[in-house]
């Protein structure tokens, strides 16, 4: 450890502090499901998952391989590369969070390396052969895949559960839901912490502490596998409440189903070293279901909003990682510039968080408040007539008479 430098100890405080973004992010993925049906409580939910996240750190290291060995040129790199790409990936996330938007942590990892990659060495220090193969093509296969699985498990599930008791059946879906989102937990412990685990071990030999291509140090797998359980248990409540509620209603036959499909494609791409993104196979698992179900309906304008999301990630991340590169390169008061911004612009979006705070007491909430429009038509708009149902009376007047001795004001008339 005798080289370990300060901008080293910098570089891996922030690659800690993405994998906690990386944890409140990709919370919707495990438990966004579990959560709008009601088979769990929500903090009971984002607790079970941040426990299944830490164990899944430890089981394997082949994602975390890819990202330290493969993707682009070890030898080249600088700690300050490393630094600027986090920079991209972290100002993505919160931006993302910030919309509600479950966009993908994972590719904005790997555009801020390879943005701040290419501004550093060029376009030769990317591996563009693994970016394809490992990244790119399973970014386009997973959530169609995981989609038509968790469609065709839809109506699977309500296939077979047609004669079942009603109540029995719900409750055993509830049961299987649960099991299900563990299984997520334990599959995106395996993929998304490991990401982190990789960034850390590429700068570990860029600076020269490990050997090129070792694999993640013990401590790295620990720390990493803490940082994304933390993050996870803090709850990423917006996107949470987009992946639950904006983009489908689901019942438990359809969480169940969505959750199985995602869980068996995160694990069977974590066993191949595919850098997966856990957001893209749960939605794609997500709009299966709600198509799997007859009747169902999906939110096509937040499903638009979302692929806009998915294809803007890489390059918004890598746009951000090269220009943070940019001025790392000027020295020590170019780091610091660029630690201090991504200090100031975090601090900033969770200021404008705070405007409309969504937490485990309102994340099941789908209403959205009315516009100006709406406002000013409701304003002006009559009270509705009353039906022919309620009984109207009223009281008129007679007509006025000149009284005499003789004879009283008579009585009002009533209709």
């Known amino acids: 450890?005798?080289?370990?430098?300060?901008?080293?100890?910098?570089?891996?405080?922030?690659?800690?502090?993405?994998?906690?973004?990386?944890?409140?992010?990709?919370?919707?993925?495990?438990?966004?499901?579990?959560?709008?049906?009601?088979?769990?409580?929500?903090?009971?939910?984002?607790?079970?998952?941040?426990?299944?996240?830490?164990?899944?750190?430890?089981?394997?290291?082949?994602?975390?391989?890819?990202?330290?060995?493969?993707?682009?040129?070890?030898?080249?790199?600088?700690?300050?590369?490393?630094?600027?790409?986090?920079?991209?990936?972290?100002?993505?996330?919160?931006?993302?969070?910030?919309?509600?938007?479950p966009s993908s942590?994972?590719?904005?990892?790997?555009?801020?390396?390879?943005?701040?990659?290419?501004?550093?060495?060029?376009?030769?220090?990317?591996?563009?052969?693994?970016?394809?193969?490992?990244?790119?093509?399973?970014?386009l296969a997973a959530p169609i895949v995981a989609g038509l699985a968790a469609m065709l498990a839809t109506r699977l599930s309500?296939?077979?559960?047609?004669?079942?008791?009603?109540?029995?059946?719900?409750?055993?879906?509830?049961?299987?839901?649960?099991?299900?989102?563990?299984?997520?937990?334990?599959?995106?412990?395996?993929?998304?912490?490991?990401?982190?685990?990789?960034?850390?071990t590429l700068a570990l030999v860029a600076g020269g502490v490990v050997a090129p291509d070792s694999d993640p140090p013990t401590w790295v797998i620990?720390?990493?596998?803490?940082?994304?359980?933390?993050?996870?248990?803090?709850?990423?409540?917006?996107?949470?409440?987009?992946?639950?509620?904006?983009?489908?209603?689901?019942?438990?036959?359809?969480g169940f189903a969505a959750q199985t499909s995602a869980a068996t494609a995160i694990l069977a791409s974590s066993h191949l070293g595919f850098s997966l993104s856990t957001t893209h196979v749960v939605s794609g698992s997500v709009m299966g279901a709600g198509l799997g179900r007859k009747?169902?309906?999906?939110?096509?304008?937040?499903?638009?909003?979302?692929?806009?999301?998915?294809?803007?990630?890489?390059?918004?991340a890598a746009v951000v990682g090269a220009g943070a590169e940019s001025v790392t390169d000027l020295g020590d008061w170019g780091t610091a510039v660029v630690a201090v911004f991504l200090v100031a612009a975090s601090a900033a979006i969770w200021k404008l968080s705070r405007r409309e705070v969504v937490d485990a007491t309102n994340v099941n909430d789908t209403e959205e408040p009315a516009g100006v429009v709406t406002t000013a038509i409701a304003a002006v708009t009559p009270p509705p007539a009353a039906t022919v149902t309620e009984e109207l009376t009223a009281t008129v007047p007679a007509p006025v008479t000149t009284a005499t001795p003789e004879s009283a004001t008579p009585p009002a008339a009533t209709v």
């Not at 409750?171 to 334990?186: D, N, W």
């Open 295 to 316: 009747g169902g309906v999906v939110r096509w304008s937040t499903a638009t909003r979302m692929l806009v999301a998915w294809v803007l990630t890489l390059p918004a």
């Open 222 to 254: 620990l720390s990493a596998g803490l940082a994304i359980a933390l993050g996870t248990y803090i709850g990423g409540w917006r996107i949470i409440r987009t992946m639950g509620k904006g983009l489908t209603e689901l019942q438990p036959q359809q």
């Open 105 to 139: 942590s994972s590719h904005a990892l790997m555009g801020g390396l390879i943005g701040a990659t290419i501004a550093s060495a060029g376009f030769g220090a990317v591996h563009g052969d693994v970016l394809v193969t490992k990244v790119l093509l399973p970014a």
């Open 1 to 101: 450890m005798e080289n370990f430098s300060l901008i080293l100890a910098i570089v891996v405080v922030t690659a800690l502090a993405f994998d906690f973004t990386n944890g409140f992010h990709d919370t919707a993925n495990a438990m966004a499901t579990t959560i709008s049906t009601g088979a769990l409580k929500p903090k009971v939910a984002v607790a079970m998952s941040a426990v299944l996240n830490l164990v899944g750190a430890f089981l394997s290291v082949e994602v975390a391989n890819t990202i330290s060995k493969g993707l682009v040129d070890e030898t080249g790199i600088r700690p300050e590369v490393i630094f600027a790409a986090l920079v991209g990936a972290i100002l993505w996330n919160l931006a993302t969070w910030l919309l509600g938007l």
């Open 158 to 200: 309500y296939g077979i559960g047609r004669r079942a008791d009603g109540k029995a059946a719900e409750k055993g879906y509830r049961a299987g839901q649960i099991a299900s989102a563990g299984l997520v937990s334990l599959a995106h412990g395996t993929n998304d912490a490991q990401k982190t685990m990789g960034i850390i």
